[in-house]
């Protein structure tokens, strides 16, 4: 499968790349009008399609794969995107040059498309090399293309007016690309400010473009990867959130090792995932479909981990588990031999276990040899 999937990506991208290569050396297109016009389709459309669909979470999350852009802001990423793309579209269907102040908005659009795709890019991290670098090379035709055009035109008349505006237009248009793409990129600086105030109608910020891009965790651009300084994955659970209350309730006992990670435990905790190991044991189907569904809480729970990492709350969740607690000893006493053993070994590390169960190995060794010589 990943293999397809590298395949669907990395074909565009490569032969847009030889395309690319050809029209610097040359100054023509590789390929045929009908080929370029399906590279346009895949690299403005499917790609970021593709990329938001299957790889962008909708939520930020310190322990799996997290949302690219902050979903309280992604409406102004959405936004631009269609509106740079409506701009390619239009300028690549176009038969002939418009008006001076329509091409010097469209081609300000097609320069903003360029930048925009270039920081989603540094965003994504290393599938830009998939998806972007081909949106990237698709921008860069469009703005040559319609360069060399107005060019042409001018050389064959030269369109005056008394409209201040529409010379100053052609004279931008005109103008040298050294000269033309700073006086764009200005420009692009008004029509961002008015996708921005329309936005706030929508509950969008003024300051949403960049709070897309930073408000994240684990990106380019990510600005609270420090949130997840103290989230330990695949561990917050409601027992071992339970655990981190005040001590006068839940009462910790001891410390105890998870994936490399110091935890706190309590007597709940450790009987809880005692019992938890028994289920593997005994009935491994059904502990594989509980470990399924109750995966989901411990999700919940990293999402809102702030509230979670509150004492208060632990303290109500140690409670509320209190009867589960009963439960699982009931079990833990009914059908195991040895409970208080196999309580005390929960969250031991490696090394203590193993310094255990030599330990026991030794002790019941020595039974065994105490009992030949009475019997001797």
């Known amino acids: ?42 690299g403005m459309l499917g790609f970021p399609v593709f990329y938001l669909w299957m790889f962008d979470d909708k939520l930020n999350n310190c322990c799996s794969e ?8 992604k409406l102004t990423i959405y936004v631009i ?5 409506i701009a390619y579209f239009y300028s690549s269907f176009k038969k002939e040059i418009t008006g001076p102040i329509i091409e010097v908005l469209i081609n300000s659009l097609l320069l903003l498309g360029f930048l925009f795709n270039f920081f989603v890019g540094i965003q994504v991290g290393f599938y830009s090399l998939f998806g972007n670098l081909p949106v990237a090379l698709l921008f860069i035709f469009r703005i040559a293309d319609n360069h060399k055009k107005i060019i042409a035109i001018s050389e064959l008349e030269q369109p005056g007016s008394n409209n201040n505006f529409v010379r100053i237009g052609w004279g931008i248009l005109k103008s040298n690309l050294f000269i033309k793409l700073p006086i764009l990129l200005i420009l692009c600086l008004p029509f961002l400010i008015i996708i921005s105030s329309l936005l706030l109608l929508f509950g969008q ?3 949403s473009l960049i709070r897309a891009f930073t408000d994240t965790y684990k990106h380019g651009f990510s600005q609270l990867d420090y949130l997840c300084d103290n989230v330990e994955c695949g561990g917050h659970f409601l027992c071992s959130v339970a655990a981190n209350g005040h001590k006068d309730i839940v009462h910790p006992i001891r410390y105890g090792e998870r994936k490399a990670n110091k935890i706190i435990c309590n007597r709940q905790l450790l009987i809880a995932n005692a ?32 509230i979670f990492n509150n004492k208060f709350i632990a303290d109500f969740i140690y409670i509320l588990m209190k009867p589960l607690e009963i439960l699982f000893l009931l079990i833990l006493y009914t059908f195991d031999q040895k409970p ?6 929960q969250y031991l590390n490696k090394l203590d276990r ?3 169960r030599q330990l026991k190995y030794d002790r019941d060794r020595s039974n065994v040899k105490a009992i030949i010589t009475l019997s001797i």
């Open 275 to 306: 019992f938890e190991e028994l289920l593997q044991q005994k009935l491994p189907r059904i502990h594989k479909f509980i470990r399924y569904h109750y995966n989901k809480v411990g999700n919940i729970i990293h999402r809102h981990y702030r």
């Open 66 to 73: 997290s949302a690219t852009f902050s979903p309280g802001h």
């Open 340 to 345: 208080e053993n196999r309580i005390s070994m």
């Open 1 to 42: 499968m990943i293999y397809l999937v590298i395949f669907l990506f990395g074909l565009p991208s490569l032969m847009l790349s030889i395309d690319f290569l050809q029209y610097l050396i040359t100054g023509r297109r590789l390929f045929h009008r009908f080929i370029i016009r399906l590279l346009e389709i895949v």
């Open 354 to 356: 193993q310094a255990i």
């Open 205 to 207: 910020k003024p300051d």
């Open 81 to 85: 995107f269609a509106i740079c793309n």
